[in-house]
């Protein structure tokens, strides 16, 4: 039987919709994955921390207050200096399509947009996943 | 006309198609099956003048005021708050000169979270989500050239909110005008923070205070300001139904009312400042009868139970916003049209204020074209389409009648559930309320991933579109210029004065004075919002939130 896929589900910053995230821990939960959900108002170190001590295999977050540049990429730096950069991490909520392509490069994995399905994050996740 | 002859000739009419049998069942939005057809047999039990009444007359189902729109359209209310004090009084002149009738602020989520610009927590969100606050001497920009008297103003704060109202109240002195002249609505609503929006700061009892100490200090000198607007919108943007909307609202109000009574003050110096804020949704009539059947519920309620002599503290006076959670990033152009047909049912519900959305919220802060086609809306609404030739155009259709009895006795039970769990305050911290709603999100989301509920555009008539980058960037310096402005105002001020009245207020704060003047006095010593909740930290500590998953 092979390991059950655990995630970290995170909303940075002060950002108080969460909604989508809720949604999309209890998608992960039917899919079949182990969920932890840390809950509001979250800085990038906690999050990495929670991450690294919860031995999670995928760090989830969730921005729709526009401040994405700020925290997306210090959580990625934050990976890349604990040595962590086999934790997948994926975002979803209101990002531009600019700043999308701004933030892959700097290591966030895929960034979901409005609309887009749990199967899909459910899927996408278990194609990118690197299990340790 | 006998009732038992309609039925029979509905039961003969049912077998006339036999197609009419094989139609699948239609059910609301909160789960009862729809007929297929509505007869006079399904409002007969209906009494008139009990449950409908004259508008402006107990209970108020058919509208609060006896002559509605045609005495005065609704205020249209668009919902604005840019990167910086000086933007955000820009736009506040345009939407003025564009024929808009009361101003309503959004502020970033620093200011709604009582922090500075400057607070390690505020990297990143400073004039993000709306205009930031630190001191007086931004409000004094916001509002710059507005003559606060011939203005009403909304502002959608919460925890902080007796901090704005001080300063509001500042800022109409600067101007030379006495308190009572002042016109606006402070969001103030902390309980539904806790459930769905987020903003919250202190535990429920001194969040509690701190609104009682506003309606105190308004009841005596600022009567014209609705000192609280109690929020359904934001837990039916959560997913929660319409039922739960009204529900869960007007058990909070409960909780605010209650304090107040309990803090001695008399029901009807409050109750008539209580306003609202609903969120009206794609089903057109069953949106309409919400509110029908919420003005009843709420007359019946103040009258009844808590004692209102006064019909204005019966009256549910109500804005609302087109739903932001229906509109898609997808085909952007299709969300023109269900913001209008929204705002349509918020119109035949006869609200006092709307907010339509602008067709690319789902995307991005929205542009000038964007907000000036949600002012279109309801301008053409308000004089193209004869929607306000009559008040309560859709009272006596046997369905709407049938629908808004039936959201009367839902909305009822809900209602007696909480309460039966202690109230409002229980049903929060013991995760009652956020499960609900989050349950419900979720079988939401699956409905629509099994393509049982049409998204059009996104599981529905689906195209492929190009991404396009959004003009609509914030400007990137605004958090700098504002940190700046910051520290350019502490320098200046007399830190003796905001030392002193921020030690003033620590002291209230241990007591139970009402913290009001303290907080004026506080922000006309210039002392920040920061500084001012800290201090209310300290003394009050933080809200810890309830996991639920």
């Given at each position: 039987m092979s390991k059950r896929i655990r995630v970290l589900a995170a909303k940075p910053g002060l950002d108080g919709h969460d909604r989508g995230i809720k949604v999309v821990c209890a998608g992960l939960k039917d899919a079949g994955m182990e969920v932890i959900y840390t809950g509001l108002r979250q800085t990038p170190a906690a999050i990495v921390a929670t991450a690294l001590q919860e031995d999670v295999d995928v760090i989830a977050l969730s921005t729709l207050s526009g401040a994405h540049n700020q925290h997306l990429p210090l959580v990625a730096q934050l990976l890349r200096e604990k040595d962590a950069q086999h934790i997948?991490?994926?975002?979803?909520?209101?990002?531009?399509?600019?700043?999308?392509?701004?933030?892959?490069q700097q290591g966030v994995k895929e960034v979901f947009g409005p609309g887009t399905t749990m199967t899909q994050i459910a899927e996408f996740i278990r194609a990118n996943v690197s299990l340790s | 006309m006998d009732q038992s002859k309609i039925k029979e000739a509905k039961t003969k009419w049912a077998q006339s198609d036999p197609g009419l049998a094989k139609v699948a069942p239609r059910h609301t939005d909160w789960g009862d099956p729809v007929e297929k057809l509505y007869t006079p047999a399904d409002v007969s039990e209906q009494d008139y003048l009990e449950q409908l009444g004259f508008p402006g007359e107990h209970p108020f189902a058919?509208?609060?005021?006896?002559?509605?729109?045609?005495?005065?359209?609704?205020?249209?209310?668009q919902y604005s708050g840019y990167d910086s004090p000086k933007d955000t009084n820009a736009r506040f002149r345009y939407l003025l000169e564009q024929g808009q009738t009361g101003l309503s602020v959004a502020f970033d989520l620093p200011t709604q979270i009582g922090y500075d610009s400057d607070h390690p927590m505020s990297a990143g969100e400073v004039g993000k989500v709306g205009v930031p606050v630190d001191t007086l001497e931004d409000m004094e920009v916001i509002f710059e050239g507005l003559p606060l008297d011939k203005l009403s103003t909304s502002m959608t704060i919460n925890a902080p909110s007796a901090i704005m109202l001080a300063m509001y109240v500042s800022i109409g002195k600067k101007q030379g005008l006495e308190p009572k002249v002042l016109r606006g609505t402070l969001q103030n609503d902390v309980l539904k923070e806790y459930t769905v929006r987020g903003t919250y700061i202190f535990p429920p009892k001194p969040s509690i205070r701190l609104v009682t100490d506003i309606f105190e200090y308004c009841s005596k000198n600022v009567p014209r300001f609705n000192t609280i607007n109690v929020a359904g919108y934001h837990m039916r943007e959560a997913g929660c139904s319409a039922v739960q909307e009204i529900a869960f609202a007007f058990?909070?109000?409960?909780?605010?009312?209650?304090?107040?009574?309990?803090?001695g003050l008399d029901i009807d110096k409050f109750a008539p400042r209580i306003s609202w804020i609903f969120n009206t949704n794609n089903k057109i009539f069953e949106e309409v009868a919400k509110y029908r059947a919420a003005r009843r519920i709420w007359a019946e309620l103040l009258r009844d139970r808590f004692g209102a002599k006064d019909p204005r503290s019966c009256m549910l006076r109500f804005h609302t916003q087109t739903s932001g959670a229906s509109l898609t990033a997808q085909q952007p152009l299709n969300n023109v049209v269900r913001v209008a047909y929204q705002t349509l049912a918020a119109v035949l519900a006869g609200a006092q204020s709307i907010a339509a959305c602008s067709y690319d919220e789902a995307l991005s802060l929205p542009t000038e074209e964007s907000v000036r086609t949600s002012l279109r809306t309801q301008q053409i609404l308000r004089e193209e389409t004869g929607v306000t030739d009559t008040i309560d155009p859709m009272g006596g259709s046997y369905y709407m009648e049938a629908l808004t009895n039936q959201l009367y006795a839902r909305i009822k039970e809900l209602m007696a559930e909480v309460e039966e769990m202690g109230g409002a305050v229980e049903a929060i911290e013991n995760?009652?309320?956020?499960?609900?709603?989050?349950?419900?999100?979720?079988?939401?989301?699956?409905?629509?991933?099994r393509g049982e509920q049409v998204v059009v555009g996104v599981n529905k008539y689906a195209i492929d579109e190009e991404e396009k980058d959004v003009l609509a960037?914030?400007?990137?310096?605004?958090?700098?210029?504002?940190?700046q402005r910051l520290q350019a105002l502490r320098s200046r001020r007399s830190q003796d004065q905001v030392d002193q009245a921020l030690a003033a207020l620590r002291q209230t704060a241990q007591g139970d004075g009402n913290l009001m003047p303290i907080i004026i006095a506080a922000v006309e010593a210039?002392?920040?919002?920061?500084?001012?909740?800290?201090?209310?930290?300290?003394?009050?500590?933080e809200y810890q939130p309830v996991r639920t998953i």
């Open positions: 997948l991490l994926v975002a979803g909520g209101i990002v531009p399509p600019q700043d999308r392509a701004t933030l892959k | 058919r509208g609060v005021y006896p002559s509605m729109y045609l005495g005065r359209p609704w205020t249209v209310r058990s909070n109000a409960i909780a605010y009312i209650e304090a107040g009574l309990e803090a995760g009652f309320v956020q499960k609900e709603i989050e349950r419900r999100a979720y079988e939401t989301q699956k409905e629509v991933e960037e914030a400007n990137p310096q605004a958090e700098q210029e504002q940190i210039y002392a920040s919002l920061g500084e001012i909740c800290g201090v209310l930290r300290e003394v009050f500590g």
